[in-house]
């Protein structure tokens, strides 16, 4: 089917982390979030206009800024280092293997990227790519009677001076045939 120009992006199937470095141009291992369900991200700029006898003479941006959102159900530990920083170990052998996660008071939160994936109902997949993310917000998560673990957490994007991507804040990428996260 030829790629159409429409996509129709319809549910998250998938949303993967990276690390980066903090020069944010080096990017690490793929880490997915698992039972991922909610990707969202707002492009705002705020804009100061230029007046004069009477009028509106011009008007400029302080340049783009990008604030995004993730939530998924459940947590692989790996992720959740990658989104606050610290550090899983593991340690014992089977049947008494553990991983424990800590954060320790001096730990940053790293720069990671972003990407999800949905199906198109137009054909082939959609995927929105989140360069340079580092988590400003909260990081959510919530033990309850009844009720799934759900991690969340917001933050901002920069942008990246990955090879072949400098600059970039974030950019969509529209597939023919859908394709995993790389």
């Not at 089977?94 to 990227?113: E, F, H």
């Not at 580092?134 to 901002?156: N, Q, V």
């Amino acid at each position: 089917m030829p790629l159409n120009t429409i996509p129709l992006p319809f549910g998250m199937r998938d949303i993967g982390l990276k690390s980066l470095t903090n020069n944010k141009d080096t990017p690490g291992t793929l880490v997915d979030l698992p039972y991922a369900r909610t990707l969202s991200f707002t492009e705002s700029e705020e804009f100061e206009d230029l007046r004069g006898d009477d009028q509106l003479i011009a008007s400029h941006g302080a340049g783009p800024q990008v604030e995004w959102e993730i939530e998924s159900g459940g947590i692989k530990l790996a992720a959740y280092a990658m989104i606050a920083g610290g550090a899983v170990v593991g340690s014992g052998t089977t049947p008494n293997q553990k991983n424990t996660y800590t954060k320790l008071a001096l730990d940053v939160r790293p720069y990671l990227k972003i990407e999800g994936q949905a199906i198109s109902d137009s054909g082939g997949d959609f995927h929105p790519v989140l360069y340079a993310c580092k988590a400003t917000g909260d990081i959510e998560g919530e033990l309850s009677d009844g009720a799934f673990w759900l991690t969340g957490a917001s933050g901002k994007c920069f942008s990246t001076n990955e090879s072949g991507h400098v600059g970039k804040l974030y950019e969509f990428v529209q597939g023919e045939t859908a394709a995993a996260i790389v």
